[in-house]
């Protein structure tokens, strides 16, 4: 808690994976550095963001810090995995003191139970409801994209361990569809924020033709929610996938 973090260096899924601990932890994530940003997280020495946060006066860490934090369930002493220390990296108003954190298997354990159709809030007729991406369509590219995401990080030479494989690949899905959905609260375009990933989700690459058609924005809105509840579902079939139902 009170830990802003932004994240340089790193690949998907990889980065996906840190920032899910770290969120699961109590801290807040951004993409960029901004002076609401508190700590730089790197995966080496000088690249463009680690030069721009040194010049600011932030504090720049490694990895492993995120890493030992999150296996021990708490706060530990960060002098050793600093690559720079900078202005302080935590901010002072939290209203508690630190606490040992339990991790949860996946944020997907955190959705509950039932079916889509009753856990996605409808919008009303007056905010420009889109039906271009049925929950069907939804469902059926969820597990496809699962499949295929697995399938890339089983090829790769340095890859997860196998228990752990399907919890990453469900993960990065997410964290990329969030990417896109926080793209269109920004009012940015998602092919930008979405162009590191190795594997985008079918339902990203429709929320970009989509974008892309043309749109003002009010659709842009309900573009944007759509997204929020096409994300809803694959978290659940995500969850259906890794209880084997």
């Given at each position: 808690e009170g830990i802003v973090v932004v994240l340089?260096?790193?690949?998907?899924?990889?980065?996906?994976?840190?920032?899910?601990?770290?969120?699961?932890?109590?801290?807040?994530?951004?993409?960029?550095?901004?002076?609401n940003s508190t700590l730089?997280?790197?995966?080496?020495?000088?690249?463009?963001?680690?030069?721009?946060?040194?010049?600011?006066?932030?504090?720049?860490?490694?990895?492993?810090?995120?890493?030992?934090?999150?296996?021990?369930?708490?706060?530990?002493?960060i002098e050793q995995y600093l690559f720079h220390a900078g202005k302080p990296w935590r901010k002072r108003h939290l209203h508690h003191e630190p606490r040992d954190v339990k991790p949860s298997k996946t944020k997907l354990s955190e959705q509950g139970q039932g079916s889509p159709s009753k856990r996605i809030a409808r919008p009303s007729?007056?905010?420009?409801?889109?039906?271009?991406?049925?929950?069907?369509?939804?469902?059926?590219?969820?597990?496809?994209?699962?499949?295929?995401?697995?399938?890339?990080?089983?090829?790769?030479?340095?890859?997860?361990?196998?228990?752990?494989i399907m919890k990453i690949a469900a993960e990065g899905m997410l964290t990329c569809i969030q990417?896109?959905?926080?793209?269109?609260?920004?009012?940015?375009?998602?092919?930008?924020?979405?162009?590191?990933?190795?594997?985008?989700?079918?339902?990203?690459?429709?929320?970009v033709k989509l974008e892309e058609d043309g749109m003002d924005w009010?659709?842009?809105?309900?573009l944007c929610r759509e997204a929020m509840g096409c994300k809803q579902i694959y978290e659940l079939e995500f969850l259906n996938a890794e209880h084997g139902d």
């Amino acid at each position: 808690e009170g830990i802003v973090v932004v994240l340089s260096g790193f690949v998907n899924p990889e980065r996906g994976d840190l920032r899910s601990k770290m969120l699961e932890m109590g801290a807040e994530y951004q993409p960029d550095w901004d002076t609401n940003s508190t700590l730089l997280v790197c995966a080496f020495e000088n690249t463009p963001k680690f030069r721009q946060v040194k010049a600011d006066g932030g504090s720049i860490i490694s990895k492993e810090w995120i890493l030992k934090c999150y296996n021990q369930k708490k706060l530990v002493d960060i002098e050793q995995y600093l690559f720079h220390a900078g202005k302080p990296w935590r901010k002072r108003h939290l209203h508690h003191e630190p606490r040992d954190v339990k991790p949860s298997k996946t944020k997907l354990s955190e959705q509950g139970q039932g079916s889509p159709s009753k856990r996605i809030a409808r919008p009303s007729k007056d905010k420009c409801v889109f039906v271009a991406i049925t929950p069907a369509k939804a469902k059926k590219w969820a597990a496809e994209d699962l499949a295929r995401t697995v399938s890339w990080l089983e090829s790769q030479e340095e890859k997860p361990e196998a228990c752990d494989i399907m919890k990453i690949a469900a993960e990065g899905m997410l964290t990329c569809i969030q990417d896109a959905i926080d793209a269109l609260r920004a009012g940015k375009g998602i092919r930008g924020a979405t162009e590191e990933w190795a594997c985008v989700p079918r339902v990203v690459e429709e929320l970009v033709k989509l974008e892309e058609d043309g749109m003002d924005w009010k659709r842009k809105e309900g573009l944007c929610r759509e997204a929020m509840g096409c994300k809803q579902i694959y978290e659940l079939e995500f969850l259906n996938a890794e209880h084997g139902d």
